[in-house]
């Protein structure tokens, strides 16, 4: 079965520069999560976007910014990068008006800021 | 946001079963109770979740209690492949994954 795909899968940039990250959902589902988890901890929630639409919004910084195509694909986009911003990234997918039948995540992006 | 509880860690031996607690006594009456777990080094994954009535998938069966202020994720028979950290999680859509319980299989 085809799953959420995420890209690049690592990313080393320096400070103040900018990256951007990549989700594919899975083929139907229209929902699109974003989380980040920090060495040692858990996941924690960005941003959602629903139909193309952001959905809700949780601990994301300023600086980072996120939208979702009419294809449902979703880019997040992180300028400024500081150290602190070195984590796993997360995207998760779930289908139309099921929000709460799962979500599905991807394998996750490693950004290394040095 | 609706707390949950969850104990640090556990222990199993392959092959027993594993019942993993959450307690949620501030949960709202729209809540669902969801269970994710994370391998090491993997994205979180969807275990099962439910309303109000007990739920079986084929990964774990989850039990609620009658005035949904806990609830028990059920696995079956612990495999070394099970070896996670187990979230138990309120709400609909969004996430607010807690500490979790990290659950160490032996075999």
Known sequence: AAGVIQSPRHLI????????????PIPRHDTVYWYQQGPGQDPQFLISFYEKMQSDKGSIPDRFSAQQFSDYHSELNMSSLELGDSALYFCASSQPGTGERGQFFGPGTRLTVL | DAKTTQPNS?????????????????????DYIHWYRQLPSQGPEYVIHGLTSNVNNRMASLAIAEDRKSS?????????????VYYCILGYSTLTFGKGTMLLVSP
């Open chain 2, 72 to 84: 028990t994720l059920i696995l079956h028979r612990a495999t070394l492949r099970d070896a996670a």
């Open chain 1, 13 to 24: 940039k320096e400070k103040r520069e900018t990256a951007t990250l990549k989700c594919y």
């Open chain 2, 10 to 30: 556990m222990e199993s031996n392959e092959e027993e079963p594993v019942h993993l607690p959450c307690n949620h006594s501030t949960i709202s009456g729209t």
